[in-house]
């Protein structure tokens, strides 16, 4: 039903004092009013402009008929159709509902996913450098070298997610609610992601996080390591006569022990060249997989860490032999292993630095 005119409507004071109250919209503002009240506030948004506090729950949905179970009043900052539904909702109930306007929206901001590719700096597309010169935020990753951090404004805010291989200060949903606050509050939001975005970086799950929200994105591919580390060794990754295809694979699974369950014995016969990421701990499980679905043990494999960086180390062996190889060098840098005939054809010599060799 339609709200009352204004001038029909007629205006008192509650005492909020440990009340509970529910506010459908996370409209920041009357958020602070009905605590500075006193209120014991629950608000129901699927991407509230705002953050849990203490005498304040977040719900990050829509609204349900239950939520209204136990509340003294219920406030509804939503416009048009869905307010005036939550609005009947609460008359039905015999809840006391105020409906207050819906804040205007803010100077829509915009996200930009950017890959900052293996680690050289040198190796960042242009337009990569283009979203972070204009960002107003920046969300990046552990690994991102300060270097490509400096290219962003000094007026920029930057948020460390804390994401590398196996160490995540902040969960995934954590990094995509962040994201979304982000760019709810204006200005051009730049998501700076090792490699590339959509290769084991998650960033289709920060994508639709942005679409549900409304945002406008971009997407800015990064080199990604198999790419870097082959161009760095001389190695072409598909060779005629000895590689026919290129699989990227990753070697975490659900834990940080597992390994997922690929179709092994489809990759031992592809006859091209496996790239495996993220690979130190969980290389012996890869190798011992790969030789039981029947690739031959003596097939190439050069294992690279932090590619592309001045600590950059290879290890060079074979399929059988790579994985104590890596765990006697003491491996610890994010690391890809390049398997298959190509990796024989690997130059040493590709950088002047053969003391960072391990083999």
Sequence with gaps: MPRPDAMATFTVSLDLTDAPVLLVGGDRTTAES?????????????????????????HRRGFLPGDLDGV??????????????????????????????????????HASLVG???????????????ALRSADVVLYDKLIDPRVLDLAPARARRIDVGKRCGRHAMSQAAINRLLVEQVRRGGHVVRLKGGDPFVFGRGG???EALREAGAAVEVVPG?????????????????????????????????AEGVPQHDWRALAAAGGTLAVYMG????????????????????PAIAVENATLPNER??????????????????????????????????DTALPQPERDAA
Excluded: F, Q, W, Y
């Design 314 to 347: 290879r290890i060079r062996r074979t399929l059988a032999d790579i994985a104590a190889a890596v765990a006697e060098a003491g491996v610890e840098g994010p690391t890809l292993t390049l398997i298959g005939g190509v990796a024989a054809l690997a130059e």
């Design 223 to 255: 080199i990604t390591a198999a790419l870097a580390a082959a161009a760095r060794l001389r190695m072409p990754l598909t060779h005629r006569g000895t590689s026919r295809s290129l699989h990227l694979i990753t070697a975490h699974g659900r834990d």
């Design 72 to 109: 003294r009043l219920c406030v509804v900052a939503l416009d048009g159709a869905a307010g005036d539904a939550v609005t009947d909702s609460a008359r039905a109930r015999g809840v006391l509902v105020n409906a207050v306007a819906a804040p205007a929206p803010a100077a829509r901001g």
């Design 116 to 130: 900052a590719g293996p680690g050289d700096p040198e190796l960042l597309t242009v337009k990569a450098v283009r």
């Design 205 to 207: 799950e920060e994508l």
């Design 280 to 299: 130190a701990r969980t290389l012996p499980k890869v190798a011992e997989a790969l030789l039981a679905a029947g690739m031959p043990a003596a097939t």
């Design 34 to 58: 009905l605590l500075a009240a006193g209120a014991l506030l629950r608000v129901v948004d699927p991407a509230p402009d705002l953050a849990p506090a203490d005498r304040l729950s977040l």
